[in-house]
């Protein structure tokens, strides 16, 4: 049983340019929620996914947008990258509902130059 | 609004006992989870608490009072490998399911 998994899990991108991470979910899971998490500090929640839409987003700006797709897969697109972007994107899959904990993936460590 | 406070730091002994206090205010509550993550790594599940009192699972138990706002988790019998940082995570209610909220977390160095 695969769990979460992530890709690419480095990543290296010139100040202005576009990126696009992805994210598979636990087998069974079908809400991705994305989060991130810049050196010494704890996650932030970014946003999160459920039967394809958006459900909620945090304090981020329009730059940062997502999709899910039917087989509950997501992906997080960064656009007109920032130095200050530079962090782990952490993707966690967990099963709509009350109470059930969220699994994480690997992350994807982003370094914008 | 919301807001978590942990400890930044906390040095502790191998063999010994560590409590790791959480406060929190959140716009409703729906649980609260602890998380451990060492260094490069993604967080690792350790606990959850929706009702008051206190959940033991092996050399790890956490605490929760609602009213209060006050969580820990506390690690027994400390080995190098605990040695990472520990998340507090309270949940809020609506909108996102699973919407973790987390602090900046609490960085445990365990010594010889």
């Known amino acids: 049983d695969a769990g979460v998994t992530q890709s690419p899990t480095h990543l290296i991108k010139t100040r202005g340019q576009q990126v696009t991470l992805r994210c598979s979910p636990k087998?069974?899971?079908?809400?991705v929620s994305w989060y991130q998490q810049a050196l010494g500090q704890g996650p932030q929640f970014i946003f999160q996914y459920y039967e394809e839409e958006e459900r909620q987003r945090g304090n981020f700006p329009d730059r940062f947008s997502g999709h899910q797709f039917p087989n509950y897969s997501s992906e997080l697109n960064v656009n007109a990258l920032l130095l200050g972007d530079s962090a782990l994107y952490l993707c966690?899959?967990?099963?709509?509902?009350?109470?059930?904990?969220?699994?994480f993936g690997q992350g994807t460590r982003l370094t914008v130059v | 609004g919301q807001n978590i406070d942990q400890p930044t730091e906390m040095t502790a002994t191998e063999g010994a006992i560590v409590q790791i206090n959480c406060t929190y205010q959140?716009?409703?509550?729906?649980?609260l989870f602890w998380y451990q993550q060492h260094a490069g790594e993604a967080p690792t599940f350790l606990s959850y608490?929706?009702?008051?009192g206190l959940e033991e699972k092996g050399r790890f138990s956490s605490f929760l009072s609602r009213s209060k706002g006050y969580s820990y988790l506390l690690l027994k019998e400390l080995q190098m490998k605990d040695s990472a940082s520990y998340l507090c995570?309270?949940?809020?209610?609506?909108?996102?399911?699973?919407?973790?909220?987390f602090g900046t977390g609490t960085l445990l160095a365990v010594q010889p």
């Open positions: 087998s069974g899971h079908d809400t």
């Open positions: 608490n929706v009702l008051d």
């Open positions: 959140t716009s409703g509550f729906n649980g």
């Open positions: 966690a899959s967990s099963l709509r509902g009350f109470g059930t904990e969220a699994f």
């Open positions: 995570a309270p949940k809020g209610y609506g909108g996102a399911t699973n919407k973790l909220i």
